[in-house]
Every structure is written in structure tokens, then in C-alpha cells.
């Protein structure tokens, strides 16, 4: 078998090479490596996609989530609630910035943080909510919305999973995930859905007043060249990056179908196996499957990774630690703080290769050697 790998960024690149190609090219022959021409180009084509006011493209996105945080205003702890099932930056950012985060359960089936878990943790000090859009499926948002209208709380989107996923609201109006919230963020790391060569990310926004904000916070504070009105940061997209990220952008509907196309075959081989829960589809998302993560009951979740390892097959455990176990975060909970969802998550998810490079053969292979860990053992 072929080396396998999580995700098959080469396989991609090679369909897309000219214009990925004469994009970078065009970048290196004007030179204008800060704030070419394609970082406006692609913010306009994002804009449209997602069909939204305001983009600003970031270098990240941690930066996006800590310029979202700063455009906010908020004072020194003041509590932002985010899940505690979730990477690290989602929280980090907030403690940074001298905020408290206020950690919160999620959804079993979904992954994702629902209006039931976070109303208990609401207190006067509350000004934000972070959903975290995880796996590539939007967190149910009209309620959270709904939530924070009534307590005056600000919604920050982190979508640097679900990019491309689709919400439905109640009334059946269909809106992008990121263009729901105040603001909202993601991450253009190369592994995301909608990946550059390097790092990048976005804020994203409706809110004109934010919108100036943020792109006065991400450059220095500054509205007008060498006048700083507050204290900012530097926080830029390449135009290389950009160049590229344009040329994606085109394709990224053709990926996320990619994406469900594995998905779907891995649901089809594994859904029968006693043992392995397959990841639940949300009726009110869709899902852009930016992991494809099951559940593996018994405590057998080690030893089958580790037989998988031994077939030449990657596996992943995204998140193996709850935040509020982390050492980093000790401070901003109580002894023996726990949530039990996150608690049995964190025991039982193993994330398999996913990718936008579909090949029957190697999903049959990985498959195949999951139902012979299971009949073996
Ligand atoms: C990747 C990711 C981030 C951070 O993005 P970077 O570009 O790596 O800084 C934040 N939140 C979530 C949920 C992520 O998956």
C-alpha cells in the first residue's frame, strides 16, 4: 500500500499547479509582497462566496480570534464562554487579552457547544460567546443568537473548520457559517479546508463600525499612516498566500463534495461495526468533514491506533486533553472542574485520513483493517 497520509495536499497541488503557479509568478515579478494586489482580489471573491460584507485577511487564525476579541472592547475579566472540547486557541486568545475563559460542555453527537450547556454558565460579567464550528459542522447558531440578543452578548464565530458548511435556520434561510455571528474568524493553515501554503486567516463581518475596527487593530492601531489611534498589532496575509488562496477559493465547493464523497464511503464500510460510533450528520448543517471522527467505545481507542500504525494507516486524536485539564488553564478553573461529555470525548475520538484526493482503494485498505482489528482482537 501507498504511504498514506491525513491529508493529501501534494495530490491536490499537482491538479492546480499552473495556476497556482502563475498566481505566486505574477507575486514575484511585481515584487509587491505586502498588500499586492491579490490579497484585495481574493478578499473580494471570500466576500462574495460567503456572501458577506467585510473580509480582512490576517496573518492566522489565533490572530483573527485575538483582533476579534480587542474589536470587542472588553475589559480585564470580563468572561468569554467557549467550549472546552475545542483547539487551544479558541481560549488562549482570551486569556491573553486578560479575559476569562469560561469553559463549557458540548453535544455528544455533534461536537459542538449548544444553547443548554452555555445558559448555566452565564453570569453579569458574560459579554461574548466563541462557537466553535468543529470537525467542518456548523454548532446549532440560531439559538445561541436568540441568547445573545437577550443577555446583550457579542457572538464570535470560530470557523476555522467548517468553512463552505451551510446553516439552515428555522425558517429555512440557509447562511455560510461565519457570516452568523458579530464576527467571525478562521484559519488558513495549509491542512485546513481552504488551505495557502503557509499561514493565514480571516475575520469576517457584517458590522461596518467593526469592520473598521478590526483592520485598524491589525495594523497597528492605525487609520491613517503613522497616526495610532489604538494599541494594535501586525497582523498581515502574504500576497503570495493570497495568490494562492484565490485559485482555491474556485475550487473549494468541488473539495468539500470530496470530502463528504470519502466520508460517505467510510460511513458505508464502518457504520456496521459494534464498537465504532461514525460521526452524526446534523440535520440543521451541512458538513464539510475537515475530520472524519469516530468514536471508539470500550477504551479500545489506543490499541486500535496503534494497530493502524502498524498497517501503515495515520489516525489523529483531536483533542486527547480538555482544556480545563491543561496545564495553561488551571487558573481560571476550581479543583477537579469537570464536564462529562468533553470528559468521555476526549477518551474515545480518533480522527482517520480525509482529504480532498479520493481513492477507493486506500479507503478500502484503511476499512478493511478496522473490521480486522475488530475480528482479530
Ligand atoms: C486551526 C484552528 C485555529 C487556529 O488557526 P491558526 O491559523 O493555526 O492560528 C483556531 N481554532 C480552531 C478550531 C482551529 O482548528
Redesign the pocket.
Known amino acids: 500500500m501507498k504511504n498514506i497520509q491525513m491529508v493529501d495536499l501534494k495530490g491536490q497541488y499537482d491538479k492546480i499547479k499552473e495556476s497556482v503557479n502563475d498566481g505566486i509568478q505574477k507575486c514575484l515579478d511585481t515584487t509587491s509582497f505586502i498588500n499586492g494586489a491579490a490579497v484585495k482580489e481574493f478578499q473580494q471573491d471570500f466576500q462574495e462566496y460567503l456572501n458577506i460584507k467585510h473580509v480582512i485577511p490576517c496573518a ?4 483573527a ?1 485575538q483582533i476579534a476579541m480587542m474589536a470587542l472592547g472588553l475589559k480585564p475579566g470580563d468572561e468569554v464562554i467557549c467550549p472546552a472540547f ?2 487551544v ?2 481560549a488562549e486568545v482570551i486569556g491573553l487579552l486578560g479575559l476569562k475563559p469560561v469553559m463549557v460542555d458540548v453535544n455528544p453527537k455533534t461536537f459542538n457547544i449548544e444553547l443548554e450547556g452555555i445558559e448555566k454558565f452565564i453570569t453579569e460579567k458574560t459579554k461574548a460567546i466563541v462557537p ?1 464550528h ?1 470537525y467542518g459542522q456548523s454548532a446549532d447558531m440560531e439559538p445561541i443568537m436568540v441568547l445573545a440578543e437577550k443577555c446583550n452578548l457579542y457572538v464570535v464565530e ?1 470557523n ?2 467548517a468553512i463552505g458548511s451551510d446553516y439552515t435556520f428555522s425558517d429555512g434561510t440557509k447562511k455560510k457559517t461565519g457570516t452568523i455571528g458579530h464576527i467571525s ?1 478562521t ?3 495549509p491542512s ?1 479546508n481552504l488551505g495557502c501554503y503557509g ?3 480571516a475575520l469576517m463581518t457584517n458590522d461596518d463600525e467593526l469592520a473598521v475596527k478590526i483592520r485598524m487593530i491589525a495594523n497597528h492601531g492605525q487609520e491613517k499612516k503613522y497616526y495610532h489611534k489604538v494599541l494594535g498589532c501586525n497582523s498581515r496575509l502574504d500576497t503570495i498566500q493570497a495568490a494562492i488562496l484565490k485559485v482555491k477559493l474556485k475550487y473549494l465547493d468541488k473539495y468539500s463534495a470530496a470530502r463528504n464523497q470519502m466520508a460517505d464511503y467510510y460511513d458505508k464500510g464502518l457504520g456496521n461495526i459494534e464498537g465504532i460510533e461514525i460521526p452524526h450528520r446534523a440535520c440543521n448543517s451541512s458538513h464539510v468533514f475537515h475530520q472524519y471522527t469516530l468514536k471508539i467505545k470500550n477504551g479500545r481507542r489506543e490499541e486500535l491506533k496503534q494497530y493502524l500504525s502498524e498497517k501503515g494507516i495515520p489516525s489523529m486524536i483531536y483533542y486527547p486533553l480538555p482544556l480545563y485539564k491543561q496545564e495553561a488553564f488551571q487558573q481560571y478553573v476550581e479543583n477537579g472542574f469537570l464536564l462529562p461529555v468533553t470528559e468521555s470525548l476526549c477518551e474515545e475520538v480518533l480522527s482517520l485520513p480525509i482529504h480532498t484526493e479520493f481513492d477507493a482503494e486506500v479507503s478500502d485498505y484503511i476499512i478493511n483493517e478496522i473490521h480486522n482489528f475488530f475480528k482479530i482482537r
Open positions: 492566522n487564525g489565533t490572530d480570534l475545542t483547539y486557541a479558541t466553535v468543529l470560530d476555522a473548520q474568524c484559519s488558513f493553515f485546513k499561514d493565514g486567516g
